[in-house]
């Protein structure tokens, strides 16, 4: 067997195996079962994207679409766990269902003729992203299309993240408004869990600044190391090396607009210098791109963390 | 085939025989301690034989590195995992 069949075998079973996740996941009884189909959904998916030659949105299925993603539907299983048996014993709606398998076969079919309807190949703008990767000072034409290119994009994402956690705060019973998000945690100081997160913590911090400063030449960027922070900061809440912060907190307003609104201003700043919204000064555009990477990273980091978190569940005066 | 790959190969296919066996373990064994018993199994030995296996053709010393730090991270990460979830099984008092 040579060396191109093996890589067809192993795309065939990951693309069979992401499949058969999905439909596990789609089947299973309870709703934690479907969250687990979920994650290993993920994973698999990531893997399919390695395949497919795409490293950075892999690492970004694999932290944001698998793992975090993830995590909030556990959480959200956790807190549906004393009504599952009176949604499972609800009467079936068959009409429901149907309506339901109507619209997801119209969007998956939809979708599939749209890509089985592409000349081959496929137009593409990826020569020309490569092409001016250089002007914007970045080795990786993907950060550079995120960043330059197509920056508008990457800040309206950002903005949805602070409004996700909006939608989130908003389910916060009045009297608790401007507590701590989240139960308390018991963990045993001198526990494994604290022991791991102690160790972890630098490491991890560590990775997370090498991710922001390699995602210019390669795989990586503020995204990805935010997400590794918000994971640091969970982890250090789950040992009780640290608690959630009280949400009408100062700085952390603060930081969670401080990446959107650094985004805006370099925006704007382009505008009254002439060169677009969201343009940047050629010999300048490496410097201002990381400038917001480094606001954005933490930016990321805690709107991630504290969507997680979920909405206040204790006075602020809660702490130990 | 030099024997620098033959070792390689030895090792990758020792690596994949206990994720095998622990994946088996996983799906076979009758609770939540013995479980976690061999899918510790597939984490430390078969990671570490893997990458042992890959160190030989690490492009450069940093690469080699970036592998060695990968497996300590797996190590610590699953024996924190299973110590973690061997006590919630024996707290819960639930052996399934």
């Known amino acids: 067997m040579n060396i191109v069949a093996i890589g067809l075998a192993l795309d065939l079973a990951f693309g069979l195996l992401a499949l058969a996740v999905a439909v596990f996941a789609l089947r299973a009884r309870t709703t934690y079962a479907a969250v687990v189909g979920f994650v290993s959904f993920g994973v698999l998916l990531a893997l399919v994207w390695f395949r497919l030659g795409a490293p950075d949105v892999a690492l970004t299925e694999a932290a944001i679409g698998g793992g975090l993603t993830g995590l909030l539907m556990l959480n959200a299983?956790?807190?549906?766990r004393a009504t599952e048996a009176a949604a499972a014993a609800e009467p079936r709606r068959p009409g429901v269902r149907l309506v339901a398998l109507l619209a997801a076969a119209t969007v998956a079919g939809g979708l599939a003729a749209a890509v089985l309807?592409?000349?081959?190949?496929?137009?593409?703008l990826a020569p020309l992203a490569v092409a001016g990767a250089p002007a914007t000072g970045l080795g990786n034409p993907v950060a550079a299309t995120l960043m330059a290119f197509r920056a508008t994009d990457t800040l309206l994402e950002?903005?949805?993240?602070?409004l996700a956690l909006v939608g989130v705060w908003s389910l916060t019973r009045d009297d608790l408004w401007g507590g701590r998000p989240g139960r308390r945690h018991q963990a045993d100081?001198?526990?494994?869990?604290?022991?791991?997160?102690?160790?972890?913590?630098?490491?991890?911090?560590?990775?997370?600044?090498?991710?922001?400063?390699?995602?210019?030449?390669?795989?990586?960027?503020?995204?990805?190391?935010?997400?590794?922070?918000a994971a640091l900061w969970l982890l250090a809440i789950m040992a009780r090396l640290a608690d959630t912060p009280a949400i009408d907190q100062r700085w952390?307003?603060?930081?969670?607009?401080?990446?959107?609104?650094?985004?805006?201003?370099?925006?704007?700043?382009?505008l009254a210098f002439g060169v677009g919204f969201l343009g940047y000064p050629e010999p300048w555009a490496k410097?201002?791109?990381?400038?917001?990477?480094?606001?954005?990273?933490?930016?990321?980091?805690?709107?991630?963390?504290?969507l997680v978190a979920g909405p206040p569940m204790r006075p602020r005066g809660d702490d130990r | 085939m030099t024997p620098l790959q033959i070792l390689s190969a030895v090792l990758i296919g020792a690596g994949v025989f206990f994720f095998v066996a622990?994946?088996?373990?996983?799906?076979?064994?009758?609770?939540?301690?013995?479980?976690?018993?061999?899918?510790?199994?597939?984490?430390?030995?078969?990671?570490?034989?893997?990458v042992l296996g890959l160190l030989p053709f690490a492009a450069n010393a940093l690469v080699a590195l970036k592998l060695i730090l990968i497996w300590i991270l797996v190590l610590l990460a699953s024996s924190t995992v299973s110590q973690l979830a061997g006590f919630a099984a024996r707290r819960e008092g639930?052996?399934?």
């Open chain 1, 252 to 270: 952390l307003r603060f930081w969670l607009i401080a990446g959107p609104a650094v985004f805006v201003a370099v925006g704007l700043a382009g």
């Open chain 1, 158 to 162: 950002m903005v949805v993240l602070v």
């Open chain 1, 189 to 229: 100081s001198k526990g494994v869990l604290v022991f791991f997160a102690r160790l972890l913590l630098p490491v991890g911090v560590v990775f997370a600044v090498f991710l922001l400063f390699v995602g210019a030449d390669q795989p990586g960027g503020a995204f990805q190391g935010g997400t590794v922070l």
């Open chain 1, 77 to 80: 299983s956790a807190v549906l």
């Open chain 1, 287 to 306: 410097p201002i791109i990381l400038a917001v990477e480094i606001v954005k990273i933490v930016s990321v980091g805690v709107t991630l963390a504290l």
């Open chain 2, 94 to 96: 639930r052996q399934r």
């Open chain 1, 117 to 124: 309807a592409l000349p081959s190949p496929a137009p593409t």
């Open chain 2, 22 to 50: 622990g994946t088996v373990g996983l799906l076979r064994f009758p609770d939540t301690l013995t479980r976690l018993h061999a899918l510790t199994k597939a984490d430390n030995l078969g990671i570490g034989l893997i």
